[in-house]
């Protein structure tokens, strides 16, 4: 009979997946689920014959599912459990096409927790859609990748967590290939969008290693609508260099700013005088405690 609430042991499996860091998957056969009595212990979760056993004591007691098997359970269906609660999908009925359809417990098999449905017009039980893999899975891991790769994840972190949490087994040059072609889609995206640039800009400079080597990554930001003007790596900071970073900046925006703040380094005057028949004001010499400040963006 199937159940449309959780039992005592399911809810300790969802509390599990819930705490995080409980659960490795070593293949898609066996799983490494932490003891919660015990913490340096794990208990091994794995695929035989047919069903999932467990090697903890409620197992053997028992012979029935025990929470580190709803843990794992939870963990390999936890995708399509957070589509689930999306009201975008409309659940029909695959035999008679009804909408009018409850949720009716889950069933458990090799592939993680089943959720299935009840159809109030000809009763019939049937597997909710979501458990279909849903088009676009590999768009969507794309951009999950692309999230964590520049939140400062490694690779080989990613390639683990997709894995461990997703059940998708992919090299790190395939994230690689992922990453560099989603990039290349947003810039294209992003050099499409026209944006008001203000006429008050800030400007500022960082020093960066490339390859072991000091070099200086300027920025230039619109002060109103934080639109990000331009970026310039240099090998230097000189005049020369913030004249190019501003020259830059203009033709990107097809104009130039009212005022440009920024700090104190003196080779944005000279940049300026360079740029004098433009008449641009240089509020100068500022910084995050300073009245005038351009903490926009030094942050």
């Known amino acids: 009979m199937v159940r449309s609430v959780f039992n ?41 014959d047919g069903k999932w056993t467990c090697d903890c004591s409620d197992y053997t007691k028992r012979n029935k599912p025990c929470k580190h098997i709803y843990a794992a359970n939870f963990l390999l269906n936890l995708p399509l459990i957070v589509l689930s609660n999306s009201e975008a999908f409309e659940k029909c009925c695959p035999y008679c096409g009804s909408t009018e359809t409850t949720l009716k417990g889950f069933r458990y098999n090799k592939s993680g927790a089943v959720r299935l449905r009840k159809c109030k017009k000809c009763k019939r039980r049937y597997k909710d859609t979501l458990n279909n893999e849903p088009l676009g899975v590999k768009e969507a891991l794309a951009v999950i990748a692309l999230d964590l790769y520049f939140k400062g994840v490694s690779l080989r972190d990613i390639c683990n967590h997709i894995w461990q949490v997703y059940g998708a087994d992919k090299p790190v040059s395939t994230l690689h290939r992922w990453i560099i072609k989603l990039v290349r889609t947003l810039n294209e995206a992003f ?22 080597k000091a070099k200086y990554l300027w920025n230039v930001l619109d002060y109103g609508t934080r639109y990000h003007i331009a970026s310039v790596l240099t090998e230097g900071r000189s005049a020369k260099e913030a004249f190019e970073v501003m020259k830059n900046a203009i033709e990107k925006t097809g104009k130039y700013p009212q005022q440009l703040v920024t700090d104190g380094l003196k080779s944005y005057s000279r940049a300026l005088e360079m740029l004098k028949n433009l008449q641009i004001e240089h509020i100068s010499n500022v910084g995050l405690a300073s009245p005038e400040n351009n903490n926009r963006i030094e942050r």
């Not at 898609?28 to 340096?40: A, D, I, T």
């Not at 050099?191 to 072991?212: F, H, M």
């Open 8 to 48: 005592r042991r399911e809810l300790r499996g969802l509390a599990i997946v819930a705490i995080g860091g409980q659960i490795q998957r070593v293949n898609n056969n066996l799983f490494l689920v932490k003891s919660q009595s015990v913490p340096e212990v794990f208990h091994k979760v794995m695929w035989v």
């Open 191 to 212: 050099d499409k969008i026209k944006s008001e640039i203000g006429d008050r800009w800030l400007a500022d400079e960082t020093i960066i290693k490339v390859n072991g």
